[in-house]
Structure formats: structure tokens, C-alpha cells
């Protein structure tokens, strides 16, 4: 069955440093977005992402996060400078139909900022 | 922005027993999903559900999209059914799926 693949699986890195979480959606879809879970908490919407731009954003996808689809397969999020509140389960998510259909979740990558 | 609430927040079962999850949203809907946390985070899609009844197995769903509700049902729980129970809606006209605040699910053997 096709799945959402997310690289890493556990990121640790100092404050202030750039991260980059990976994301291969599932082949045939053409919407993508990127969910974060603060531990212990609800999962919240950061981006979505369709047709080369970004569609709609949370108020906490701020400057210092970016999104690309560098290729035909890969989708990724880029967070410039590290901060410990990033501290988080980072979800990759797809669909073919946009919110309105199913949305499939990758396992998430957790970022650990010390 | 839409509210979803989830009750109860946590919940306790003896293995086989049967529980009732509930899911309310303020606002009209074209998506409803519900998703099991496992105990390693991994989100696992159980129903895309925007209304009518579905069962898969032990599970069943029914969301009653004019009275902005929904239910989760668990008959003849097991311990891997331990986790928490996510309800996401999409708003209509709306964009992204926003999340209720889960309920957590420990089954005893």
C-alpha cells in the first residue's frame, strides 16, 4: 500500500542551526502539507502546499520556515534557525483532492533543539 | 477558527470491553477523519468519515454532519488498542485539517 515516507525519523541539533525534514509523498498526489505536535499536545497545521506554491499557512509558519518541492518526488520543510520551541513531531502529509479527501500522515520526524 | 472537542480526554477499559469516543465541532464540515496516535507517534488513518456510518472490523464510525457530531466506537477492546484517538476536521470552504485535542485510550489486560 503507497505511505508517506519522512527522513529522519529523529533529528537532534543545537539552537540556531538549520534543519531540513524530508518528505516523499504518496505518488499520485498532487496536495501536501506539513503538521507539527508539540509533545503531549494537539496536532497543529503549518502549510499546505499545491500546484508549486504554497496554498495557506498557519500563524506559526513564520520567516523562518520554507517549503520546497525540489523534484518530482521529494517535498521538504526547512526551518532556518532553530529555536528550543521547535521542539516538536514534525508530520508530512498528501492527498489527491486537497482537504476535502483523505489526507494520509508520513511517521513524523522528531526535532529535538537543545 | 472551527473548535473540536473531544471527550472523554482520557479513558481506561478492562481488555473486551466496548467504549464510545465522541468528537463536536462548532462549525459545518467536508471532511471528517479519525486517526489512532500510537505509542511510537505514528498517526494511522481509521476513517475519512465527512458522514454516514463505516466499520472496519472492531471499529465502527458514524458522524452526523447536521448536528456537527461524531462517534468513534471500540468493541472488544485489546491492549494494542491503547493510544490516542485523534478527530480532524476540514471546514467548509476551508483548507487545512484542524485537529481536536484527542482522548487518550489505555486498555488493561
Known amino acids: 500500500e503507497p505511505e508517506v515516507t519522512q527522513t529522519p525519523s529523529h533529528q537532534v541539533t543545537q539552537m540556531g542551526q538549520e534543519v531540513i525534514l524530508r518528505c516523499v509523498p504518496i505518488?499520485?498526489?498532487?496536495?501536501f502539507y506539513w503538521y507539527r505536535q508539540i509533545l503531549g499536545q494537539k496536532v497543529e497545521f503549518l502549510v499546505s502546499f499545491y500546484n508549486n506554491e504554497i496554498s495557506e499557512k498557519s500563524e506559526i509558519f513564520d520567516d523562518q520556515f520554507s517549503v520546497e518541492r525540489p523534484d518530482g518526488s521529494n517535498f521538504t520543510l526547512k526551518i532556518r534557525s532553530t529555536k528550543l520551541e521547535d521542539s516538536a513531531m514534525y508530520f508530512c502529509?498528501?492527498?489527491?483532492?486537497?482537504?476535502?479527501?483523505?489526507?494520509?500522515f508520513g511517521e513524523g520526524s522528531r526535532l529535538t533543539v537543545l | 477558527g472551527i473548535q473540536v472537542e473531544q471527550s472523554p480526554p482520557d479513558l481506561i477499559l478492562q481488555e473486551g470491553a466496548n467504549s464510545t469516543l465522541r468528537c463536536n465541532f462548532s462549525d459545518s464540515v467536508n471532511n471528517l477523519q479519525w486517526f489512532h496516535q500510537n505509542p511510537w507517534g505514528q498517526l494511522i488513518n481509521l476513517f475519512y468519515?465527512?458522514?454516514g456510518t463505516k466499520q472496519n472490523g472492531r471499529l465502527s464510525a458514524t458522524t452526523v454532519a447536521t448536528e456537527r457530531y461524531s462517534l468513534l466506537y471500540i468493541s472488544s477492546s485489546q491492549t494494542t488498542d491503547s493510544g490516542v484517538y485523534f478527530c480532524a476536521v476540514v471546514r467548509n470552504a476551508g483548507n487545512m485539517l484542524t485537529f481536536g485535542g484527542g482522548t487518550r485510550l489505555m486498555v488493561k489486560p
Open positions: 468519515i465527512p458522514s
Open positions: 505518488s499520485n498526489h498532487l496536495y
Open positions: 502529509a498528501s492527498s489527491i483532492q486537497g482537504a476535502t479527501g483523505e489526507l494520509f
